[in-house]
């Protein structure tokens, strides 16, 4: 794909196109499902690593590593409308949020933060983070997607090179062995897993 060190993935409106941000560009794309750009976003963020759509409220919600913030924007404008600044109480700056995917069920914020500490964080802006529980089933995590429809979580980790099924408490269902490191970003749609490699700048199906 024609994106620069792409990190995380989300399915944009009615799963028919793929999201992604670059954390060189720092740019969020759109594309179709083989991976073609249709669209760059206006704005331009620091340290891009996660990315999801909230369909609830049309907009998109980008995590900025070095910063820990989650930052929205609006899909059909590009602006930005505000950010809001995650508090992990310690780790490195190039450690930290990761990846994010939002639950249409809960209408929850779903977070990795990638190591030291490992965490899934559980926020929305209204009520501020709502639950952070520690994982230990990988060397880290860089991605994460909630399948709301199935109730599942699905992880991917650069660093053990897998894929890992979940259910909502982090109990570890299944896991699948990646061909490389550096894959950062997870979608799920039935049978199908969407993958993105940060390091070749592939899509992955």
């Known amino acids: 794909i024609d994106v620069p060190e792409p990190s995380d993935l989300s399915f944009g409106p009615d799963k028919k196109t793929l999201l992604t941000v670059s954390d060189h560009t720092n740019q969020v794309y759109e594309m179709d499902l083989q991976g073609n750009i249709i669209r760059v976003f206006d704005y331009t963020g620091k340290d891009l690593e996660g990315v999801t759509y909230n369909p609830n409220e049309k907009i998109i919600a980008i995590a900025e590593e070095a910063d820990r913030k989650i930052t929205f924007i609006d899909y059909d404008n590009g602006h930005m409308i505000d950010s809001h600044e995650i508090i992990v109480p310690y780790g490195s700056a190039n450690k930290g949020l990761e990846g994010i995917s939002y639950n ?79 894959y950062e970003g997870i979608v799920v749609d039935n049978n199908l897993i969407y993958l993105v490699n940060d390091a070749t700048a592939k899509l992955n199906i």
């Not at 952070?132 to 599942?152: H, Q, R």
């Not at 699905?154 to 259910?167: A, E, G, N, T």
Request: charged share 25%; hydrophobic share 40%; net charge negative.
């Open 104 to 182: 249409t069920n809960n209408r929850f914020y779903y977070i990795v933060n990638e190591m030291n500490p490992k965490l899934l964080i559980c926020w929305n802006p209204e009520f501020g983070i709502i639950s952070e529980d520690e994982l230990s089933f990988a060397t880290d995590y860089s991605g994460v997607y909630v399948d709301a429809e199935n109730s599942i979580l699905w992880f991917v980790s650069d660093q053990s090179k897998c894929l890992m099924k979940c259910d909502y408490k982090t109990n570890v269902l299944e896991e699948f062995h990646l061909d490389a490191l550096k």
